[in-house]
């Protein structure tokens, strides 16, 4: 597993991961791989997924085609965006997308995080997405990181400050988390401009 924050504040977004990949009881730490990203960027959204590595790969390549539908701006858009993809992923990627039993719906396989101009998400395989105020966390260092950030949220100065608290606390009690961090801060667009003084 992984683990994926996001935090707001003051103005600013940002998502973080931690660069640890795990295959059972192997451990394969950043410094032996080049690809050890866990976050994508399409446009200008930065995606964190958990779950296997492959899920990052079909994301990727998916909207890598300019044509396919990408709106991350609501919780109402993420989910018509992965909506319209879902069909794409079970016949192009061969995603398996059989519900499991007593589910109502097909599954996507995706679960994770997002943060971009429009603030911080959480996707779920369901294709709904949540919005957050100050912060969330994923993977299997969620709850170690989510109480982390809640006592570090009001002292915090930014939101990277934040985000990191909360991937330390991860690594240092969950077994498939792992630094070296990665980072990433992004303006919201409802910060407060700076105000610009006029000419006399």
């Known amino acids: ?114 943060a971009n101009a429009h603030g911080i998400f959480a996707i779920y395989s369901y294709r709904s997405a949540q919005q957050f105020h100050k912060f969330w966390a994923a993977g299997s260092g969620r709850d170690y990181a989510l109480g982390a950030m809640q006592a570090a949220y009001d002292k915090g100065k930014t939101a990277e400050e934040i985000a990191r608290i909360g991937l330390e606390a991860a690594a240092e009690f969950d077994s498939a988390t792992s630094g070296p961090f990665e980072l990433h801060n992004i303006p919201l667009l409802s910060a407060p401009k700076p105000k610009t003084r006029r000419k006399k």
């Not at 390549?61 to 396919?68: C, I, L, T, V």
Request: hydrophobic letters at 40%; aromatic letters at 10%; proline letters at 3%.
């Open 1 to 114: 597993m992984s683990t994926i924050v996001v935090a707001q504040k003051n103005g600013v977004a940002c998502i973080g991961a931690d660069t640890l990949s795990c295959l059972g009881s192997l451990r394969q730490k950043a410094q032996h791989i080049v690809n050890k990203t866990k976050i994508a960027k399409i446009e200008d959204t930065y995606i964190g997924l958990v779950g296997t590595s492959a899920s990052l790969v079909v994301l990727n390549s998916y909207f890598a085609n300019p044509e396919r539908p990408r709106n991350f701006s609501s919780c109402e858009a993420i989910f018509e965006t992965f909506r319209h993809a879902h069909a794409w992923l079970k016949v192009e990627y061969f995603m398996s997308a059989a519900p499991d039993k007593g589910e109502e719906y097909e599954t996507t396989q995706f679960y994770g995080l997002m």
